[in-house]
């Protein structure tokens, strides 16, 4: 195994932690005696294909240690589809600069591309070592426990959903329903971290929207119905991506699609706030952090913070070892405490694959979500949020 | 002046500090040997109204402290407009529960109410002690320095628009164009705070629309072009109530309006993503935070909480003390460490006032803020952001 040079990427949305798992790939690569550069590719792998390349060993020490707290993607990113010409060009460049290490930060689409470049290059006799580095706040990459980015997401969502659950609680005579709309086009994992700060059950939220569970518009109206009933208020917690059971998505408006032909979802809590109003006579907020969820610094998760750095110089350390064509995934350690340990899986059974939230994590009314769940995720956003205070509220008798 | 009972509620929307304020006035009243019964009303006003009232006596000295840290409203809230009538039944009730001392925790609307109680009690020769405790994330209370609440919204609005900012800034290629709504009817404060992360010019957000500075949807869409062209993406923060300049609201849809008249705002944000897209053809992503902004407690100022406390615990020194019909206001010290002392003001003084951003803290072009805004702002959010990093590229020469 000769030595050569590393080209690192960050591939699709950025996550809080994706700097994390750049700044881990750089330092392992600057530590193994193999790697000769360290280069990065702008803007995912349309850096590649423009020879858009930077030098990583010319960033300062410092740069790379604040890097693991600044969201975003440092290197950008870009929504690209490639074609079969795309990739023998991919290869034209490795060749050109003696690149014989490609890690990929990403999700199931960019394993697919880490997966074609690996293939071409065998096809083409080039020696070349390629790892992915799991990243998506979505959570739907198969076999690994979980995703890196996914765990700051979810702690992001328990916190922010329970306080302006509480919030919505105070003035449930004002404005009874509140509806939060989460980042999910297929899975409703970050939507279900919603009901990690749920103590009680007349905490919110009330009723968890995922893309698992296909409603109608009529279920949730009565849904809703009765938890205003119940508690005298309603917080829903859902799913940008939620789905009519002839899957279609619920809400009635023009969609755009993106390179991959994904449906630009959106606005569903606008949409869906105002059929409230209208048709049940209740007055609604809604409210659609978007991006804050994959990029709040102060919500992000410890756990998530060293897991995603630890992929990023796992991922050096299989490619120097020489496995390629797969990515490192987490695997959780049977024991009385949270730990996860990695693994090689082979690209191809990552790629184009999506996990959803098992049945056993999903209650059965369809908008609830099991101890189960809790149990997964607790660990991933840094255990049990800190206990809010009701009041016993002890009535004072009455003289008039 | 005899010994009397208390009566403590909470108005209008909650904060992430209401609670402090609350907790401080429960425990200097258990403090104080003139305070007879504490007692907490439910639902602001309504609680008198309703002689819906709770015994604070009878709450566990730990619920108190954890309420400190807990968002909302404990007391809960409602809005209403009081009638003549509704102040005599007021004083009934006081009469009723022999209440002596009340401290009402709100904004200026809840300084008016406060002030006519007041009023009517001196009308009616009745011995009460009516104190204001301020608290509104808006921050438009006349006089005092600042609002208890403000600085916590503040901190949420620099941190998650920094945040999600970086995170569009890596994707400018994809989606250049961020539109992120913050909460504010008639003055800019909270929607200001999102620059208090911005160290460069180039920094998000470029763009800042306030109330104070009305503007049309043709200036904006010039704004955008420009800034996209000099920037390569554009974030945008806008207040829910900007206007047109003939003051009607910028966005054209149907308005509600709550108890008091006040326009219910909010989806700006959603409209002008929409007409961004459409006239501008640029692609653009919308946030609408609503309510967390008043309720992430880890996003909390530690020096809103502090000074929430105080207020709280002040407004019982004041009242013990002889004074009334009065708030409780900050003044901010001169020095090199940022300090408030406190100070009473007049009901008549506060209620129905409010104080927009001055001129001095927006930039003449009218969608800028000036340092003189972030000198002021910074000490409320517990000082400057910690920096965040940006990689250097040097760029590796191209080889094809």
């Known amino acids: 195994m000769a030595k050569g040079n590393v080209i690192v990427s960050q591939s699709g949305g950025p996550t809080a932690v994706i700097n994390n798992s750049l700044v881990g790939v750089v330092h392992e690569a600057l530590a193994q005696e193999k790697v000769g550069e360290v280069y990065g590719a702008l803007y995912g792998i349309r850096g590649v294909l423009d020879e858009n390349l930077i030098d990583m060993r010319r960033e300062a020490a410092e740069t790379l240690e604040r ?40 999700g ?78 297929h899975a409703g994992w970050v939507t279900a971290a919603a009901v990690l700060g749920k103590v009680d059950e007349a905490d919110p939220p ?35 991506g939620v789905t009519d059971p002839q899957g279609n998505p619920l809400m009635t408006a023009v969609q755009a699609k993106d390179a991959f032909g994904h449906i630009q979802l959106g606005g569903i809590s606008v949409w869906l706030a105002q059929q409230v109003t209208d048709n049940l006579g209740l007055k609604c907020r809604f409210e659609k952090p978007d991006t804050m969820q994959r990029s709040s610094i102060l919500m992000a998760s410890p756990v998530d913070q060293e897991e995603a750095y630890r992929v990023g110089r796992e991922a050096v350390r299989f490619a120097a070892a020489g496995q390629t064509d797969c990515m490192v995934a987490l695997k959780r350690e049977p024991g009385p405490t949270y730990h996860c340990t990695t693994f090689g899986v082979p690209l191809s059974e990552i790629a184009n694959q999506e996990k959803n939230i098992p049945d056993e994590m999903i209650g059965a009314d369809g908008h609830s979500i099991t101890a189960a769940f809790v149990d997964y995720a607790l660990p991933l956003i840094g255990g049990e949020l800190p206990p809010y205070a009701r009041l016993a509220r002890h009535a004072v008798s009455k003289k008039l």
């Not at 990739?87 to 930060?105: M, N, P, T, W």
């Not at 698992?212 to 938890?227: G, H, S, Y």
Request: hydrophobic letters at 35%; a negative charge; glycine letters at 8%.
């Open 206 to 240: 009330h009723l968890v929207y995922i893309p698992e569970r296909p409603v109608t518009l009529e279920t949730i109206f009565a849904d809703i119905q009765e938890a205003h009933e119940k508690y005298g208020g309603v917080v829903v917690a859902i799913s940008e």
């Open 67 to 106: 890097l693991r707290v600044t969201p975003g993607s440092a290197l950008g990113m870009s929504r690209r589809k490639l074609t079969q010409d795309d990739y023998g060009r991919i290869l034209d460049v490795f060749k050109a600069h003696d690149i014989r290490y490609f890690f990929y930060i990403g």
């Open 108 to 185: 199931n689409d960019s394993m697919d591309t880490s997966n074609k470049v690996s293939k071409m290059a065998i096809e083409r006799g080039y020696e070349l070592y390629v790892v992915g580095v799991p990243k998506t706040v979505d959570n739907d990459l198969v076999i690994t426990d979980h995703c890196p980015g996914y765990g700051s997401a979810a702690r992001f969502v328990a916190n922010t959903v329970r306080d302006t659950g509480v919030d919505t609680e105070s003035g449930y005579l004002s404005t009874p329903v509140k509806i939060v709309e989460m980042m999910g086009r």
